[in-house]
């Protein structure tokens, strides 16, 4: 549901959020946590244009009131479970304090001077304290050209696959800020024309394309949850790109799925989108056919119209080269549907619960969202220019992903998820 925060006129007097280009309108407000070189406590701070406001210091100074100060800590979790009433009550804040409407910040010189601080001048961290990791699998495009390249074409997706969100548990411990580096993972790899496995650094290194969803309040061991009742625990979305390592996996993955070849990192963006700020953008999924079990069966605007962009930079190149470029609109399954099967059987949803989307991929060849389908597992190589191919990740490349809602005039964006490959140990 929109309200006034939503309002495409709105402006702020922090000049920089005016850029129709800029991620971060008075739109957004997204969430993140922060520190400087002067103030190396992290603390948590709201994204406008290209500031940082300290919501701690909002509170101390009387600015968030009925808030006690729960931003000066080093993550989210406090705030997302107090539950979307508060989510909402605080956004509303901000965006009258930063448009103007409520002048007291903006009229405030000396406070301004304490609780602005430049994005560049800060370092941004993890901005939850993820308390566990799920992964699914839920574009049809992604699925059908997987299944496609590895099983019968004629038979791509399993029969399980129309019927329910399909997905895994991964690991919380290996989930990091954008920015760093990944080390090349290892593993038992067979060979095509090999008796036996070998272990080795993986020679087929894949980024994944996704979207995470953070659980902001939890619920009950041993109850569900409807679609509508998810769709109020998300607290917001982050980038998320997976790194998968296709070589090991798909010697390990039957019969019980994925395991060394996700474990060893996971990038998010630092920043959390809010679920409300989406609000404007939620649109139409694809039809579901056929009709999903009562339990996953959902009404009105599930999806969101939000754009996505991957980048590859090689050592020698001094541009990135975009590679693919989709939208979050295509996904089968929603994130609402996701979590609803999630916690069908009783399992509890904690706050800062994280799950990913699975790989996004649209409809066209340029759309595809990992190397594994853009290359069609090695054999199509991507131009980068200037004589320069890749397969799949090599030392020394950094992926980037980027995403956005456009509005008219205004952006609501999520900056960006950054990884550099460095070599094997």
């Known amino acids: 549901m929109t309200d006034a925060t939503h309002d495409p006129s709105l402006k702020s007097w922090v000049e920089t ?10 739109q957004n407000l997204p969430f993140g946590v922060f520190s400087t070189a002067i103030s190396p406590i992290e603390r948590i701070g709201t994204a406008i244009g290209d500031q940082i406001v300290d919501l701690s210091v909002l509170v101390d100074e009387g600015l968030l009131s009925g808030v006690v100060n729960i931003f000066d800590q080093s993550s989210l979790n406090a705030f997302m479970a107090m539950g979307p009433t508060s989510w909402k009550d605080i956004r509303t804040r901000l965006s009258a304090l930063l448009s103007g409407t409520d002048p007291a910040l903006r009229d405030n010189a000396a406070l301004c001077d304490r609780a602005f601080v430049g994005q560049d001048d800060a370092t941004l961290h993890l901005p939850i304290q993820v308390t566990e ?20 074409p004629d038979k791509a997706l399993m029969p399980n696959w129309l019927h329910m969100p399909v997905g895994y548990n991964g690991r919380a411990s290996t989930i990091v800020v954008s920015g760093t580096d990944i080390i090349r ?24 394309l996704e979207m995470g969803a953070i659980v902001g309040t939890p619920n009950a061991m041993g109850s569900r949850i409807s679609p509508d009742e998810a769709e109020e625990m998300i607290f917001g979305y982050v980038l998320l790109n997976d790194w998968s390592a296709r070589d090991i996996q798909i010697w390990e993955y039957q019969p019980l799925g994925p395991f060394q070849a996700k474990a060893f990192a996971t990038t998010i963006s630092p ?34 119209d939000l754009n996505l962009e991957v980048t590859i930079q090689t050592e020698t190149q001094a541009n990135a080269t975009v590679i693919s470029r989709t939208n979050f609109k295509h996904m089968y399954w ?12 009783g399992c509890a949803m904690r706050t ?30 991507l131009d980068l220019g200037g004589g320069i191919t890749r397969t799949f990740i090599e030392d020394g490349d950094t992926l980037t992903l980027h995403g956005w809602c456009q509005g008219k005039g205004y952006r609501v ?12 140990i």
């Open 17 to 26: 959020a005016n850029d129709p280009k800029c991620d971060f309108a008075v």
């Open 133 to 152: 990791f799920t992964d699914f699998y839920a574009s049809r495009e992604h699925a059908t050209n997987v299944g496609r390249m590895f099983r019968d």
């Open 185 to 208: 993972p290892s593993g038992q790899v067979k060979l095509p024309n090999a008796d036996a496995p070998v272990f080795q650094a993986s020679a087929k290194l894949d980024i994944e």
């Open 271 to 304: 920043w959390v989108v809010t679920s409300d700020a989406l609000a404007p953008f939620q649109t139409n999924g694809p039809k579901q056919d056929p009709a999903p079990l009562p339990y996953l069966r959902q009404d009105g605007l599930r999806n969101v």
């Open 334 to 345: 929603s994130a609402a549907q996701q979590l609803a099967h999630h916690a069908v059987s």
């Open 352 to 381: 800062g619960d994280l799950f990913g989307s699975g790989t996004i991929s649209g409809p066209t060849a340029d759309s595809c969202g990992c190397l594994l389908e853009l290359t069609w597992n090695g054999r199509d190589p």
């Open 413 to 424: 964006g999520f900056g960006s998820a950054v990884g550099t490959i460095r070599p094997a």
